[in-house]
C-alpha cells in the first residue's frame, strides 16, 4: 500500500478557507509534563470512536472508518469504493484511484470542515482526514506538534551521529527520524500495548464515580 501525505499548510488555512479542516502545526499550549491535566474533560476513546460512527454520513465509506488519538490529534481514514476498472492497466487503476479521491475531497470538503470543528470544541482535538482506494491511502491534512524532551549526552550524541552522517538535517529532524524507525519496526508490540491501554480506559470509566 502506498500512503501519500500533504502538509496542513500555512497557519492562514486554519479557519477553513482553503483547508479541509481547521487543523494547524500550533503548538496546543501545553507540554508533555502538563498534558495529562490538559486531556481531563476530552472524552475516553471508545466514546470518541462512537461520537464519529454515529456522526459521520453512512454513504461515504464502505465499512467503518479507521479511527485514531492522542492527546492532540483525531485522524479519520476512511475506506472508499473500489473504481470500475475490469481489464484496466495498472496506470488506469492507479489514475482512477486518485481521480476518486480527489472527487471525494472536494465533494465533501464542507461536510468535513463543519464535523472537524463541532468535534473540535467537544474533544479539544484538531481533526485530521485521509481516505483509502485500491490499496492507495492518502492524508487531506496532517498536524505538526512540538514535543519538549530532555536527553542525556549520551542521547544526544546519537543524533548527532545522524546529523553528522547525513541522515537527518537537524537534532530534531534526527529524533523524528527515530521515532518513525521504532514505529516501523516495533508496530506489533506498539499495537498491543494500546489494546492494553484501551482496556485500562474501560476499567477506569467503570470506576467509582463514572456515572
Known sequence: MSTAQEDSGPAGDAAGTDSDTNASGENSGTDDMGADK?????GSTEELRGWFSGRLPGDWFTAAAEIQADREEITIVGTLPDPETAGASDAERAAAAEGRIRRFREETRSRRIEIAREAEHKFRRKVSWGVTCAGVTEMFTTLSVPV???LRQSERRVLDTLVEAGVARSRSD???WCVRLTGENADAWLARLRDALRHVEQVRDQG????
Open 148 to 150: 519538549m524532551t530532555r
Open 174 to 176: 534526527a529524533l523524528a
Open 38 to 42: 490538559a486531556s481531563t474533560g476530552r
Open 208 to 211: 467509582p464515580g463514572s456515572d
